[in-house]
């Protein structure tokens, strides 16, 4: 796998309008994924890590595009075989965990498949222009899976 020599990988998409914004995301994220080595053809783990990877992608763009006034860049960082998403958007409002609900309800599920696909995820406020990031890490296919209680530092 790519990207496994402790350097960084980084790749950032900057998004005008809401118009097809989370097909361009996962497109994005997909080229990312294969070129890092997530895909291939032939190994089931790697293609269910990116394909997690994916609807991850479309519940945190498709929750700015709903409550957050839309993205206005998706970052994908990658190192030692953890990525990391960074979803940027103009709202101050940070994601929250709503009251228990019918799983039988259409929508209100974003929050729960953060909490069930990704390894960590959280919010914090953008230091420049107002508005939030929320991220995702999720470790790729065969990589050390980092204890979900960790945090990063003004993460």
Same mark, same amino acid.
């Given at each position: ?11 950032? $998409?900057?998004?005008? %309008?809401? *118009?097809?914004? /989370?097909? +361009?995301? @996962? =497109? ?37 595009? $709903?409550?957050?006034? %839309?993205? *206005?860049?998706? /970052?994908? +960082?990658? @190192? =030692? ?75």
């Amino acid at each position: 796998m790519r990207g496994e020599t402790g350097a960084e990988e980084v790749r950032r $998409l900057e998004l005008r %309008g809401a *118009e097809g914004v /989370v097909g +361009r995301c @996962r =497109d994005f994220t997909a080229a990312a994924l294969a070129d890092w080595g997530w895909t291939p053809a032939r190994d089931e783990e790697a293609r269910e890590v990116a394909d997690d990877v994916l609807l991850l992608v479309s519940e945190v763009v498709t929750n700015a595009c $709903l409550h957050a006034g %839309g993205p *206005e860049e998706i /970052v994908l +960082r990658h @190192r =030692d075989g953890v990525l990391r998403v960074e979803v940027a958007d103009p709202s101050p409002e940070h994601p929250r965990r709503g009251g228990p609900r019918p799983s039988s309800l259409p929508g209100g599920h974003g929050v729960m498949v953060l909490d069930r696909l990704a390894g960590r995820w959280g919010s914090r406020t953008r230091e420049t222009g107002g508005g939030k990031v929320v991220w995702l890490e999720i470790a790729g296919p065969g990589a050390i899976r980092p204890p979900s209680d960790l945090r990063i530092p003004g993460a």
